[in-house]
């Protein structure tokens, strides 16, 4: 007889306590490792929302026409830094600066070599790609300073700003999480400098590809 209540109250006992475990695994799932909680933003496959860039490119200004004189711009190498914040996947917004050298020729007697630095702010639109290529595209405004700098130019030449319309757009190709190659085509649209020599209303259009190395944090 009382070895039949210790069964019994054995048997009860381990009733309850399955009963207890099963409570509290419902209360408290266990959470299985490397899985993000329901509406959290997966990690960026190219480490982070912040790049920068440093690249080179080329200016190539197209010849023109103004007050019946033809304007010619030399084609020149151009440095880039630039800075793009990713808000979203989708969405970023980049500052850009530029230097360059370009020499500017007008009709037979005005020349003038100057320093160009370029100022611009796009907003970006970023295919989301998880891949080794990640296209892109971009539109904005900025500004590019004329300083003489050269030794036979026009006597009278001033310094000069200029606003310009930016679009383009290009590729990255993923090395690491943290860095990548990018090779994208950026168009100028910009008001044609006169230096203070003669009077010019006149856009131009100058195309500018570049290349460089991307740093993601």
């Given at each position: 007889?009382?070895?039949?209540?210790?069964?019994?109250?054995?048997v009860?006992?381990?009733?309850?306590?399955?009963?207890?475990?099963?409570?509290?695994?419902?209360?408290?799932?266990?959470?299985?490792?490397?899985?993000?909680?329901?509406?959290?933003?997966?990690?960026?496959?190219?480490?982070?929302?912040?790049?920068?860039?440093?690249?080179?490119?080329?200016?190539?200004?197209?010849?023109?026409?103004?007050?019946?004189?033809?304007?010619?711009?030399?084609?020149?190498?151009?440095?880039?830094?630039?800075?793009?914040?990713?808000?979203?996947?989708?969405?970023?917004?980049?500052l850009?600066?530029a230097?360059?050298?370009?020499?500017?020729?007008?009709?037979?007697?005005?020349?003038?070599?100057?320093?160009?630095?370029e100022?611009?702010?796009?907003?970006?639109?970023?295919?989301?790609?998880?891949?080794?290529?990640?296209?892109?595209?971009?539109?904005?405004?900025?500004?590019?300073?004329?300083?003489?700098?050269?030794?036979?130019?026009?006597?009278?030449?001033?310094?000069?700003?200029?606003a310009?319309?930016?679009?383009?757009?290009?590729?990255d190709?993923?090395?690491?999480?943290?860095?990548s190659?990018?090779?994208?085509?950026?168009?100028?649209?910009?008001?044609?400098?006169?230096?203070g020599l003669i009077?010019?209303?006149?856009?131009?259009?100058?195309?500018?590809?570049?290349?460089?190395?991307?740093?993601?944090?």
């Amino acid at each position: 007889m009382r070895k039949r209540a210790i069964k019994q109250w054995s048997v009860g006992l381990a009733l309850g306590l399955a009963l207890v475990a099963a409570a509290a695994a419902q209360v408290n799932p266990p959470v299985a490792p490397n899985i993000p909680p329901p509406g959290a933003t997966p990690p960026s496959p190219y480490g982070g929302n912040s790049e920068l860039f440093v690249g080179g490119g080329m200016d190539f200004a197209k010849s023109t026409m103004a007050n019946s004189q033809p304007v010619a711009t030399t084609n020149v190498a151009s440095l880039q830094f630039a800075y793009r914040y990713h808000v979203t996947d989708y969405n970023a917004v980049e500052l850009r600066v530029a230097f360059a050298r370009p020499l500017q020729v007008y009709g037979t007697t005005l020349r003038v070599q100057s320093l160009a630095n370029e100022i611009s702010f796009a907003y970006v639109w970023t295919y989301p790609s998880e891949g080794m290529i990640r296209p892109f595209i971009l539109g904005g405004a900025g500004a590019i300073r004329y300083a003489p700098s050269g030794s036979n130019n026009t006597t009278g030449s001033g310094n000069q700003t200029r606003a310009t319309i930016v679009y383009g757009g290009g590729l990255d190709f993923r090395l690491s999480n943290s860095w990548s190659i990018r090779a994208e085509y950026r168009g100028l649209i910009y008001r044609v400098p006169d230096f203070g020599l003669i009077s010019i209303a006149k856009w131009n259009h100058m195309p500018e590809p570049d290349i460089g190395v991307v740093f993601h944090f």
